[in-house]
Each structure stands twice: as C-alpha cells, then as structure tokens.
T-cell receptor, first 109, second 113 residues
Framework: GQNIDQPTEMTATEGAIVQINCTYQ??????LFWYQQHAGEAPTFLSY??LDGLEEKGRFSSFLSRSKGYSYLLLKELQMKDSASYLC??????????WGAGTKLIIKP | IAGITQAPTSQILAAGRRMTLRCTQD?????MYWYRQDLGLGLRLIHY???????GKGEVPDGYSVSRANTDDFPLTLASAVPSQTSVYFC????????????FGEGSRLTVL
C-alpha cells in the first residue's frame, strides 16, 4: 500500500529552527508537496519538490531525497503565526495525491 | 477575490437526509477535487474531475456522488447521510492534473446525527 509518515506533533520555540520530516512509500513518484493548514482553515501551498535537493523560499526550505523516500520542511526564525499543521503529500504514478496525516507544530514564546 | 467558494460553511444534518455541498471556482481550472479530512487521517479523495463533463472515483467514494456540468461548479451530494460522513469537506482545484499545486476552498463542516 501507499504510505506517508510524519510526526504527529512537534513543539519549538519562537525564533528557533525546526525540521519536520516526511517519509513516503508510494507507487511511483511525480513530486512532493508541503502545505500549511492553520486550525479551522484550508490548506495553503508552501513548496513543491520533484528533483533531489533543497528548495529555499524565504524562511521555509524543503528538501527531497527520492532514493530514500524522504523529505523535510525546514522553518527558520520561527514566529507565533507558524503554529499550524504541516501536510506532506506525494503525487503517485497515476498523478493522484497521497496525503500524510499532518504534523501539528506548536510554537512557544 | 478569486478562488474557490464552498457552501454551506457548516451544517448539522439528520441521518438519512440528502445533502449537497456546493463548490464554485473562478480560476478556470480544469481539475477539481473533493476531499474529506478527519482527525488523525490525511486528506482522503472522494471524487475528482479532470475536466468539465468527466468525473472519477477517489479513495472513499461510497455514499457520495458528483457532477461537473461546467468548468466552474463541482457539487458533492450525499444521497442518504450517515453518521460516518461527519467530517470537514474540502473542495480543491488545479490548473493541470500532472503538475501544479491545489487551491482549496475554506471547507464545509458537516455533522450527521
């Protein structure tokens, strides 16, 4: 079966750096997405990786290793507004998105 | 503001009743999707439509139906609601089915009693 694994919850301190990991086992690979979802709101797009390596976008970076079936989302200079759930999703060989359950990130002052 | 509009935002429904969740987008995206989100689970695809006039079944289609009469609208119907359909439902769209991100509506919270 297809599977996306992420930690259920993480806690970090305002101003610090946090890395959220995602491992996947899917039938084929056509890209990996990270979405942010604040409580009670819709998911919003953060990043997309299709090739190995690091994609940087401001305070957020996303890394992909296709050979290891692994990605991480790196958040720097954490702000209170970064408290949210972070969803990892992989597009499989049929171009369907397989979603992880999400990682709830709690930021403490 | 351009994007996806869902209605209703929230609804409490008696079991056995018929319910239609509405979804409209103004981005002229070809592909549209309906997901349900339940605590502790990832988003699960109910139905999708790659282009107007076509629909397909996702991971959890039983008890739901959709139609895609035009590009903008993609309603989801529960013919006879059951308590296990209590969930938050998200409509989403994308310009293409092979690349590009999904844009989500604000969600419809449905409670079936």
């Amino acid at each position: 079966g297809q599977n996306i694994d992420q930690p259920t919850e993480m806690t970090a301190t305002e101003g610090a750096i946090v890395q959220i990991n995602c491992t996947y086992q899917t039938s084929g690979f056509n890209g990996l997405f990270w979405y942010q979802q604040h409580a009670g709101e819709a998911p919003t797009f953060l990043s997309y990786n299709v090739l190995d390596g690091l994609e940087e976008k401001g305070r957020f970076s996303s890394f992909l290793s296709r050979s290891k079936g692994y990605s991480y989302l790196l958040l720097k200079e954490l702000q209170m507004k970064d408290s949210a759930s972070y969803l990892c999703a992989v597009r499989d060989s049929n171009y369907q998105l397989i979603w992880g359950a999400g990682t709830k990130l709690i930021i403490k002052p | 503001i351009a994007g996806i509009t869902q209605a209703p935002t929230s609804q409490i429904l008696a079991a056995g009743r018929r319910m239609t969740l509405r979804c409209t987008q103004d981005m002229r995206h070809n592909a549209m999707y309906w997901y349900r989100q339940d605590l502790g689970l990832g988003l699960r695809l109910i139905h999708y439509s790659n282009t107007a006039g076509t629909t397909g079944k996702g991971e959890v289609p039983d008890g739901y139906s959709v139609s895609r009469a035009n590009t903008d609208d993609f309603p989801l119907t529960l013919a006879s609601a059951v308590p296990s359909q209590t969930s938050v439902y998200f409509c989403a769209s994308s310009d293409r089915t092979d690349v590009g991100e999904l844009f989500f509506g604000e969600g419809s919270r449905l409670t079936v009693l």
